[in-house]
């Protein structure tokens, strides 16, 4: 069986995303149509999880792939509910350099890198090196001086929680200090990894068990949203909660 629907988007940059669906009986006809759609494009990453919601465990697969001929992004993601397989496929123009650094091909991005004509590109180049957590290529910025790490508008180790980049965090935590406002900001993204890094590092537990007031009343509120009541927090409660009345 196969059903189609499409839908076309546009976000406020302007880079059009195209998006497809397609509905499957089996898990190999929805990988079939994937190959179908992918000849002679290279593969960025895949990927697997399984996301728990109550009564039911919905699987999610998702693979991407790049088409050197027109610069395009081709994002498949599989599901799965009631036994119907759905394939969702996102269409965009991208940036070889960013996409290069988040899913970390070296050679590749070493290769884009020598021929960028403008910093600009390398800003959030960087940035999508440590939301993809490809710490190899986080150090060679950092150790290359590649741009002045300055002009970010936050500390590299707040980017590093967005998507849990461990690898990343525990480099870049011997580069930068933490500021005010990182624990709240890791439990509120559920940074469940970067928690037990912190936990396991002496020096860093006792850089962030100093709370100022203001991270305090943002974490005690934190903790009486229901929307925060993550494996994150749980740790926090265990380990943290002295530290909530210490130092003040």
């Keep these: 069986m196969h059903q189609q629907n499409q839908t076309t988007m546009q976000n406020s940059l302007s880079d059009f995303s195209f998006i497809e669906a397609n509905l499957y009986e089996s898990l190999e006809e929805a990988h079939e149509y994937i190959d179908e759609r992918t000849v002679a494009m290279d593969a ?4 697997t ?10 699987f999610v697969d998702s693979v991407a792939f790049i088409d050197l ?3 395009v992004k081709h994002e498949f993601v599989i599901n799965v509910n009631n036994g119907i397989y759905e394939v969702k ?6 940036v070889l350099f960013y996409e290069y650094c988040r899913w970390g091909h070296f050679e590749k991005f070493k290769s884009e890198l020598s021929k960028l004509d403008n910093s600009k590109f390398l800003l959030k180049g960087f940035l999508s090196a440590i939301y993809g957590d490809q710490v190899e290529i986080v150090k060679y910025f950092i150790e290359n001086n590649l741009f002045p790490v300055h002009l970010l508008y936050n500390s590299p180790l ?5 998507n849990d980049s461990i690898n990343c965090f525990k480099f870049l935590s011997g580069h930068f200090e933490p500021q005010e406002q990182l624990l709240p900001y890791i439990l509120e993204k559920d940074a469940f990894e970067i928690l037990k890094y912190i936990l396991a590092t002496p ?25 925060f009541n993550n494996e994150t927090m749980k740790l926090f409660k265990e380990n943290f909660a002295r530290a909530l009345t210490l130092h003040n």
């Design 44 to 47: 960025i990453d895949s990927h």
């Design 49 to 58: 999880v399984y996301v728990d919601y109550p009564g039911n465990i919905k």
């Design 69 to 71: 001929a027109t610069l």
């Design 89 to 94: 496929e996102t269409e965009k123009p991208v």
């Design 158 to 162: 707040y980017e590093a929680v967005c």
């Design 203 to 227: 020096a860093l537990f006792m850089k962030l068990s100093y709370i100022s007031p203001e991270d305090r009343y943002r974490i005690r509120r934190d903790m009486k949203n229901p929307r």
